[in-house]
């Protein structure tokens, strides 16, 4: 196996996109071992890979990782992505958290009952924009709707 971390998910964003965002900003290449059947999930469930039986899962270092956040904190620390002090990851952690609420709204779409989703669709897009992308916006110091 190279020494590039392998990621094993579904071909689709859902939780493992963040990790790759992660992994790209900090400018590491990885292989993808997309889960296409319920057989290759099964088999990462067999063999033991999965520690709570379910993905993502991201073979780096030696192990097998499992858990987004814990993924990505392990990936921010390894890079020093993840704040010089304590103070600095907390506030990375803030954002994190914010973003994992954002996404979660986003991806509950999809469990809506069909005569719900265009009023859900509606209170995810009015939330991303007036209460999670203003604090984005505010981070990054500059306006990135524009």
């Known amino acids: 196996m190279s020494g590039k971390p392998v990621l094993h998910y579904p071909n689709s ?3 493992m996109e963040s990790v790759r965002w992660l992994l790209a900003a900090a400018g590491v290449e990885f292989e993808e071992r ?3 059947t319920k057989e290759d999930l ?3 469930r067999t063999d033991g890979s999965l520690l709570f039986q379910q993905v993502p899962m991201v073979e780096i270092d030696g192990m097998k990782m499992v858990q987004t ?4 904190n392990y990936i921010a620390g390894k890079y020093n ?3 010089k002090d304590l103070k600095e990851r907390a506030l990375i952690d803030m954002y994190v958290e914010g973003m994992a609420d954002l996404n979660e709204l986003i991806m509950m779409n999809v469990v809506q009952p069909a005569d719900k989703k ?3 669709l509606a209170n995810a897009l009015d ?3 007036n209460r999670y992308f203003p604090v984005f ?3 990054c110091g500059k306006d990135l709707a524009a």
Request: positive net charge.
């Open 13 to 15: 964003r859902g939780r």
């Open 34 to 36: 997309f889960l296409k």
């Open 42 to 44: 099964q088999k990462l």
């Open 69 to 72: 956040r814990a993924i990505l």
């Open 81 to 83: 992505l993840y704040g």
């Open 118 to 120: 265009e009023e859900h």
């Open 127 to 129: 939330k991303a924009t």
């Open 137 to 139: 916006e505010k981070v």
